[in-house]
């Protein structure tokens, strides 16, 4: 039987659930198992796909086009598994489908309610993904905080689930804090004992507790968890701060965790093999070279913004022997003084990333000025690469006030405009070109040296594009659109030969980039960084 595993959090958000996750499931599949994750998000909207990143961090996109929680790209980086939109469960999902189902008359004659209607529709949605994944663990992460009024009828889902699947198939693990004060070197645990007595509260008592520390804890902290928490000292974790994240499930597997969980799940015990992962791990830890990268955005006051891109970047570096440093620019602050430019200068590339609205857009377009005028490397992703376009339609063709209909309505030269087939469009949830999509590339060109292929699939996120009547006049003065559409639709990669590395693309590479595995755009432009800081006349690709 498939087993699940229930991963819950306490004392504050964003205590590492996703990686511990993560890192469960690579502990497992190390061993031979094959696992599936899921993200359970509390949050009454439908999708991310809506949300602010400054309020919810980077959206994440699917091949199948789902709107998802970045946790879900911490799964599919561990793991390298692509999953699907319904990997991601939310609280207004579940409700939609019980509403419709109310409305259409399932339920005619009863009363509508928490328990068990909403139960059983989170906990069909959970064993729907085993079914289709034919997996051996399913692990189902659970957003938020105990305690959190949004998050119970989860649990209480997650809680029946061990009475109807059984002791030997389900296993719950709960990540909390364990603070340090800093006047007295002291591991406090008693927020930690809160979080599971609130936990057994709603009838959840979890059979491992992994302590969230700045350092392994004492084994003084160690016994106190297991005290207070009702669990032998063997089910007792520690995911303490190290050098990347990919380390995480290598430091819970030397203290036992993995051999643990499979002794409690009935699994039978196999050698894990962990030698391909501990040379991801020291080619991230241990680079020859260093590079630093200018990443210019308007969310650049929260890091999780841009997650799977700064993970992306860190890729490539790694296969580049190199560590990746990379400093948030807020766009904005390069249109307050146009002489601010200049402190792109000092670094070995520059990065500008997705986003959406007019604010920072004439600042990320300045970046992009400063970097084509000063043969900088150039990366450009999603509005990126549409900002790319109109800043070469200004300053290189000629087309004074060219801009994007999504900027400017008015502008007298649209050369990024809507998509026609989203001009209809009056909800905004889930209605962008979204997910996986076939792109042809040009034979000979950078992109085809950095793909070595004539042929790729990428993960797409947005409602405008170039505008084809524009196509002549920016290709006529030298900008090059190395990939299209299979039906010469839509361009999807933009270079400039005669510089050092000038790359921009529409579709998002980071979604698919992997430990090991960078993204070609990506590890491109990284090497194009640190074969200009070396002295190299070109790329060496």
């Known amino acids: 039987m498939v087993k699940y595993i229930f991963i819950t959090g306490g004392v504050l958000s964003s205590v590492g659930k996703g990686i511990l996750t993560s890192s469960i499931g ?3 599949q190390v061993r031979g198992f094959k696992v599936t994750a899921i993200k359970i998000d509390p949050y009454v909207n439908v999708d991310a796909g809506t949300m602010n990143p400054y309020i919810h961090g980077e959206v994440y996109v699917t091949d199948d086009g789902g709107e998802t929680d970045l946790d879900l790209g911490w799964y599919e980086r561990f793991l390298n598994i692509n ?45 729907l993904i085993a079914e289709k994944s034919d997996v051996d663990a399913v692990l189902t992460e659970c957003g938020g905080t105990v305690g959190d009024i949004e998050g119970q009828p989860f649990l209480e889902a997650i809680r029946q689930m061990r009475l109807e699947e059984g002791f030997e198939n389900t296993l719950y693990v709960h990540v909390a804090l364990v603070p340090i004060l800093d006047v007295t070197g002291e591991m406090k645990t008693k927020p930690l004992q809160h979080s599971v007595n609130e936990l057994r509260r ?10 969230r520390c700045g350092r392994m804890i004492t084994s003084e902290a160690l016994q106190k968890i297991a005290l207070f928490g009702t669990i032998p000292k063997e089910a007792v974790f520690c995911s303490y701060n190290v050098s990347t994240v990919y380390k995480v499930p290598l430091i819970l597997d030397e203290q036992g965790m993995g051999d643990y969980i499979c002794k409690r799940l009935g699994l039978k015990g196999r050698r894990p093999h962990w030698e391909n992962w ?45 560590r990746v440093l990379i400093d948030y620019i807020e766009a904005e602050t390069l249109e307050e003084d146009p002489e601010k430019v200049e402190v792109l200068r000092g670094y070995d590339g520059i990065f500008v990333p997705y986003g959406f609205g007019p604010r920072g857009t004439e600042g990320k377009m300045r970046a992009i000025r400063f970097a084509r005028e000063n043969d ?40 990024i405009c809507l998509m026609p087939e989203q001009r209809g469009v009056k909800y905004k ?28 699939v990428e993960r797409h996120r947005h409602r405008w594009e170039v505008n084809p009547e524009y196509w002549n006049i920016l290709e006529g003065n030298g900008l090059v659109f190395s990939g299209k559409s299979p039906d010469g639709r ?15 693309t529409q579709f998002h590479g980071e979604f698919k980039s992997r430990p090991g595995m ?15 800081k070396l002295g190299k006349e070109k790329p060496d690709f």
């Open 26 to 28: 690579k502990m497992l």
């Open 83 to 127: 999953l699907s939109k319904e990997n991601n469960i939310t609280t207004g999902q579940v409700y939609q489908t019980v509403i419709e189902r109310e409305r259409r008359g399932d339920f005619l004659g009863r009363c509508v309610q928490i328990i068990p209607h909403v139960t059983d529709e989170i906990k069909r949605r959970i064993r």
């Open 202 to 211: 709603i009838g959840i008592q979890p059979d491992i507790i992994v302590a």
């Open 278 to 322: 501990e040379r991801i791990v020291n080619s991230i830890e241990n680079p020859k070279y260093t590079v630093r990268i200018a990443l210019v955005g308007k969310y650049a006051g929260l890091a999780d913004s841009y997650v799977s891109m700064n993970e992306a970047l860190r890729h490539s570096g790694a296969q580049c022997n190199t």
């Open 376 to 415: 900088i490397p150039f990366l450009g992703i999603c509005y990126g690469f549409q900002l790319a376009v109109i800043e070469f339609a200004r300053g290189v063709c000629g087309l004074e006030d060219a801009n994007s209909t999504e900027i400017d309505d008015d502008t007298p030269h649209p050369v």
């Open 429 to 456: 949830g889930a209605t962008m070109r979204l997910g996986a999509h076939r792109i042809i590339i040009e034979e000979g060109s950078l992109a085809y040296k950095l793909y070595k292929s004539k042929e790729i």
């Open 490 to 504: 839509r361009m999807e990669i933009l270079e400039l030969p005669d510089k050092f590395f000038f790359f921009a």
């Open 518 to 532: 960078p993204e070609p755009e990506y590890y491109g432009f990284v090497k194009a960084c640190l074969d200009r």
